[in-house]
């Protein structure tokens, strides 16, 4: 989801760099393929002026807006602004603070848009609340804003495993959709480590001016063989059969974890994959009912065996 913002504000800037740009030039400069700068453009369409006059014409923005190219950090606009005080006064260049000025009424014009693009972008991205809470605050905004401009969180969080409530101080990383969720992962200064945790438990959010640097931490690396959300700490390889009539499906799945797909003979899909949390990829598999047959490993497909056996025995 953070990917997917950056993104954005990046497709923003070379619209407004290059008119009449078009969507393969702009899948090419974002790394993704053209189908994604397509929904982005449909994303941005609710907020900005984006327009398309026909095939081959790329696009631009219509009237006057204009995305600032500014970006100052909290901490370097704070400096900016102490800038006249540590001058001399009489050997301050006329027109200085005139410029000075337009600057920094640029940088407060920029964060205000910005802010308002964020607040645009949270209505658009619906989340659910948990069944027993009566209200659940959205708290993306401000998370995105954190994660954007790599600044610490404040934020008081139920933990559902252990049933209780706790204050934090975290280095937001990323937001991670998964299942109807969102799932924010970064450092937690309480336990010392990288932890991951479900947006809805979060009580208070309250961004604070601490800067945090994600050093070399890995996106990518830290979900190597994750399947969900939920890292494990055994790798298993699996083999299963999908059907014919759910083989196309599968195909289109948006998956974390590259898998190895083998069209065989009658439709059917070969599927090989390594994961290292067993349960959720059954959980996953589990969707597809009897058009998905596990292979391998011989203990997950008796696993599953006995499994089906008691709910037999409940729906009996």
């Not at 008119?19 to 189908?35: H, M, Q």
């Not at 905004?141 to 934090?168: D, F, K």
């Not at 499994?307 to 409940?314: A, G, P, S, T």
Request: a positive charge.
């Amino acid at each position: 989801m953070t990917d997917k913002v950056i993104r954005i504000f990046k497709i923003i800037n070379a619209i407004q760099s290059n008119p009449g740009i078009t969507a393969a030039d702009l899948a090419f400069r974002c790394e993704v393929n053209i189908r994604t700068i397509y929904r982005d453009l449909d994303v941005i369409s609710h907020f900005a002026p984006v327009m398309n006059e026909g095939r081959g014409t790329g696009y631009k923005f219509m009237g006057k807006f204009f995305l600032y190219p500014l970006d100052f950090s909290e901490q370097e606009a704070m400096a900016f602004s102490l800038l006249p005080s540590v001058l001399a006064p009489g050997k301050i260049p006329p027109g200085f603070l005139s410029a000075f000025d337009k600057v920094m009424g640029t940088h407060l014009k920029e964060k205000s848009k910005q802010n308002g693009m964020l607040e645009n972008i949270s209505d658009i991205i619906q989340m659910g609340k948990p069944a027993y809470r009566k209200e659940s605050r959205n708290f993306l905004q401000p998370l995105i804003g954190a994660i954007m401009e790599q600044r610490r969180i404040r934020t008081v969080y139920h933990s559902q495993l252990r049933n209780e409530t706790t204050q934090r101080e975290i280095d937001p990383y990323y937001l991670i959709p998964r299942d109807q969720r969102f799932y924010l992962i970064g450092y937690c200064h309480l336990k010392r480590a990288i932890r991951t945790f479900r947006i809805s438990r979060f009580l208070q959010v309250e961004v604070t001016d601490t800067p945090f640097d994600k050093g070399n931490f890995n996106i990518k690396q830290y979900l190597k063989n994750t399947w969900s959300i939920d890292r494990g700490n055994k790798n298993t390889t699996f083999k299963v059969r999908f059907h014919p009539e759910v083989a196309r499906y599968i195909k289109e799945e948006e998956l974390f974890v590259h898998p190895r797909m083998t069209d065989e003979e009658d439709g059917s899909l070969l599927f090989e994959v390594t994961v290292n949390n067993d349960k959720e990829f059954i959980k996953w598999i589990l969707q597809y009912g009897p058009n998905a047959e596990i292979l391998e490993p011989v203990s997950a497909r008796q696993g599953l065996k006995q499994q089906l056996e008691q709910w037999m025995n409940v729906y009996h």
